[in-house]
């Protein structure tokens, strides 16, 4: 950490500052410079994070030279998690698509759009029985009532499953009823629900928060890590922007920026990211290209009466295209299907 | 609700997004253009809102015409919502600043800085007993044992309490210490918390989200009031952008809107909204000439080693001399503090 | 176009607006609502374009039902813009790679660069001999010289060039020296140079500007083809977000949007777009992936000593490894290279 | 500057990176931490500006101490610039409103306007001749006519006069019709033109760009002023971000950051900043409380036939209102208008 000082301090106050930094265990180190005197702290910084060194007369700025997280970062763990569930390893050179609607809406609904998700070639099925919804008058989800209609359906089907869980207090039915627990985009820094998932002993899909940075992101899976579950799956699902035609802006450079700062397994959401499924099949094919380990893809047998959501689901036909398109790219890149 | 169609439809087709709207309970008329046909929908359009129009083929884009909140809107009651709590009205003539620590660290803290936020004018005391941090490895509140503190000093002061409510297990402990509740920026959308203090008879705080519109932002203050709980103070504490040279950029323009769209009386968080103390004085004295209706302001006697925000946190001196200027500017603008 | 009209209008009022609608050429309907009164407007609302009827009083908020571009937009020329400059094709099959460094800093430099660009299967030279550049301290670009030694590499190795001019002084030398002009991102809304390059008979390239939306960026590409000139390549190189992993944040999903609402050829620049030489690569074949017709990367003999945009360079042995693998992905998308 | 270096270089690597360094002129210092060696440089760092470190192998990042910036630094002239111009002082004790329409449109609409303004206290008259437009068929204003328009209103109110400049070639004529060139938002990085302006023995206003930092933003003015013109005057004029119920995010918290960064006066222009003339008084008081030293505001006799932002004017009733509510809390802030 390099703590840069304002103009015109005595030597006196520059020492205050520098024997804070050695009363907390690290060593300090001050270079007087022709315009700024700045003062460094050598030895694990992360100590210092709670030490608001910025509210000390006389410093100007603080500049951490640490990333503030550790177990999730590639530098503790040089190779690749590979993640394994449902028969399933994520993370290594197959690149799973879990497909499924935005909402479980009936057991026919789910139970078809299956079907369908697993003979175009999809891994997983998703669907959501708690939903989030913006409005207090939106359709809320089936709940309990959904989450027996998942495990009916993956049943049927031999599909994993994937579902969102909101509240810590649906985690004991939702752990008991999906494969690996999503934590939403809204709730990427609902901290204690991420505490809890992390006691949990099944993998857990961590969705960028709508305006969280590629750091932030990666602290909230520390959360996760450090109660002891490694088994995370990072998925970028767009980024709020200022432009309109789409939903959200799909960061597509957050694959390769999350690939090289950790060693998780990273997802793109398309039909969130953009909104619209049109948008689907050009995104999901960039995100294959980009060095994505999967995709999550919103798929609907009517999107026309969809509860949530439709604007951006495909309809089987148009999905079933798609991952034929998308073995051509994973192939072109090195990776299968 | 006005329903935007694609170029080159047949009359059938556009009959079928017509009966679908009429389905519904709306009246439909359609309107030929040269370059387009639309389709109105007469009637509460939010009983379309989870119908997915834009999901219809041929349908290019959906307009909506109505404000899809209605409780929180002006328009439902053009009177001004004045909250009574603790012996204060809050939306009323007098401009209210709350005041206190980011974070309860200890009985004595929380006593000196309310002792001295009363001395200064302040009517409630601030401070948070959980804490929901960007990093595992920070302070993460004192939680029941600084809500004890809390308790205290206003048994000692008079002063009323807001602080802050992160999990729905901890309500009912945060509810019998408090006098108002704060739901954070972070959980602006977590529904299930807001649906839940909708259902308490104590005043609730609501921030806006890091990322959130100002619709998102009266969508969330309509699910609280849903619940009958219409005493719900709207606070605006910065949105992220571009910006770095401070932690959020404050959107004053926030409070004339706000007052515009609804009857709820809105604050302003001068400190989380810079992060930085020296932009507390001239954006607080902003707030007030813009016509908020209070203040939400960290004050430490020693922010150089708070546990939490120090850096944005004024020093009792320095607040007092706030007060005196926010006097004036009040006077200046009709308002009292 | 929709007006929406506040509640509690008289008919009389009502009847201003749609006057003012009429006077102007238009047909106005209106159609009498539960909450509110809308004026549909019929005909070409691009005559409204300058009429400020978001002024009237009691009007609440204007919606315009048709895009505000016409020649660059895909309903005006459904098939697309095939470019033919310096014995290419651009827009068809065949995506074509724009290399070079970001500033020509010399002739040896720029003919090595160009030669392994060239054989690495680049099809045009980009070099920057106008700079513009954040700070008035750092290097402006060799300006004249700078062109003719782009003309001199163009002369030894045959690839078309591309370079950028800045002000409309300039556009004389700069358009004896070029292929395609380039208008940077700095100067999308500069539209006395955006005229002036609409009346040359070569074709342009008109790169985002940082913080323009999707029809902002069409608007001045409509500025350039309402003077007469249609050879307009789009290109998508970054957009500022609160992100700062990256220097923009490269948004792919510009791509398939662009191709969907215009007819013009679409390029990705990953260099500028993300800043990191590293993130090149991946976001470049992302790109192909998503749909665009071509790239512009960014590419120094010996990045560490540029005179600009060193980091964000590709080594020539990197910037072929590239192209090797360009090729394989645009095989899967049914283009070549 | 600080340069941190990836984990596990050789001293060799090292050692280039601090040869490079003390090749500029500068001193190296190296400091072998526990997880990262770093290097300091010691000295005027702006001359490393346009050496990209980053590109060297093993180089992590690059933090910069200093501010680029100098002549506009608070550090360089700790003292307030105050220009004089049309008999006024800018930036002392007194706010100066600079009201007058978005365009000039007649002589008989500028003089009527200037006249009102006048009497309602500005002191300065703003009025564009030359405008940038989003679409090229919207009114681009009358040029030259335009120009003469507002002399002949200066000449008979007496006030002094505000324009915008648009290209070089118009900087003659501009000049020799103005008191203050204004340089848009648009032109803000428009380094051509920023430094022939700062050839110039007449004060600028520099609007900030509408995505510009900043840091960018003082950049540009070091641009001006390094040509030698330091009457200069910053804008803020709202900056984009995600939100729709304002044209632009008007960021207040931009006065106090730049009066504590330069020593230029700070304007506010609240008409741009929010695009509604609802929003404009409360935005205006804000500012003043905020510590601006001066107001931009638009002002139109007949907003609803404005041929440019009309939903942004004030009627002369509204802004003579408004004057009387500014002079109450310039006041309250030891001011004057």
Redesign the interface.
């Known amino acids: 950490m ?1 703590v ?1 000082l304002k ?1 015109g301090m005595t030597q006196e106050e520059v020492q205050v500052v520098a024997d804070r930094i050695e009363s907390l265990g690290l060593k300090a ?1 001050v ?1 007087v ?4 005197t ?1 003062i ?1 702290a ?3 910084e ?1 100590l210092l ?2 030490q ?6 006389g410093v100007e700025k603080v ?1 951490p ?2 990333k ?2 550790k177990l999730v970062s590639r ?1 503790f763990q040089p190779e690749e998690t590979v993640i394994e569930v449902g028969g399933h390893r994520i993370g290594g050179k197959k690149i799973h698509v879990m497909a499924g609607p935005c909402s479980v809406e009936s057991r026919e609904q789910i139970l078809a759009t299956a079907v369908s998700a697993k003979e175009a070639g999809a891994t997983f099925l998703r669907g959501g029985a708690f939903k ?9 989800g089936l709940g309990e009532e959904g989450l027996s209609h998942l495990a009916y359906a993956r049943q049927m089907t031999g599909l994993a499953v994937i579902t969102e869980v ?4 649906d985690l004991d039915s939702v752990y008991s009823h999906t494969d690996i627990l999503q934590i939403g985009a ?2 990427m ?4 629900l991420l ?1 809890e998932v992390g006691r949990l002993d099944k993998p857990e899909m961590l969705k960028r928060g ?2 969280a ?4 992101f990666l ?1 909230s899976a ?2 996760i890590a ?1 109660e002891g579950n490694r088994n995370i799956i990072l998925c970028e699902r767009g ?8 939903r959200n ?5 957050a ?3 999350l690939k ?1 700062l950790s060693h998780l397994p990273v997802f793109i959401d398309p039909s969130h ?2 909104g619209k ?3 689907v099949p ?2 999901a ?7 994505a380990d999967g995709l999550l893809i919103e798929v609907h047998p009517h ?9 951006q ?1 495909l309809k089987p036909v148009k999905f079933s295209a798609l991952m034929k ?1 998308l073995r ?2 994973a ?3 090195g990776r299968e299907t």
Do not use: C
């Not at 608001?52 to 007369?57: G, Q, R, V």
């Open positions: 390099i840069v103009p180190f270079v410079g022709k315009e700024r700045i460094g050598i030895g694990d992360r994070a709670d608001t060194l910025e509210s000390f007369p500049m030279i640490l503030p997280y530098e989030p919804r913006t409005s207090p008058y939106s359709f809320q909101l509240d810590p207090r809204r709730n820094q609902n901290f204690k505490t709508m305006s940075s590629i750091q932030e602290l520390e959360y450090a980024i709020r922007t200022y432009e309109t035609e789409t802006t799909l960061d597509i450079s694959v390769p920026i090289h990211g953009t499924w049109e948008l050009p995104m094919l960039a995100a294959v290209a980009a060095g999107p026309e009466v969809a509860l949530s959501d439709g604007p689901s398109d051509k790219v192939q072109a890149v």
